[in-house]
């Protein structure tokens, strides 16, 4: 491109200002299911395994799931009643 080769402070600015555009929502969502996930038990790590497990998860994560992309399944997961509610238990320990 255009830029090719040019390392000034105002073109690095931009770049750095357009990944953040373009990766930063689900470098963000990636970041608060592991937050969260982190938080979980055993036993609620279990149950979590359990609920992607079942029909119902997996045919949301066949719809929802893109490959690099996982902002929106992460989202769709969240929003799953089984799965919203272990992972929404942890956010209020």
């Keep these: 491109g255009s830029g090719r ?4 402070e105002a073109f690095l600015a931009r770049y750095e200002r357009r990944w953040q555009e373009q990766l930063g929502p689900d470098l963000r969502a990636g970041d608060w299911l592991r937050q969260t996930v982190t938080r979980c038990s055993d036993a609620e790590i279990d149950l979590l395994v359990r609920a992607v497990a079942g029909e119902d998860v997996q045919a949301l994560i066949r719809r929802a799931g893109r490959f690099n992309w996982h902002r929106d399944l992460i989202l ?3 929003r799953h009643p089984r ?5 929404f238990r942890t956010l209020f320990r």
């Design 83 to 87: 799965v919203a509610t272990l992972l």
């Design 5 to 8: 080769g040019r390392l000034d």
């Design 76 to 78: 769709a997961l969240a």
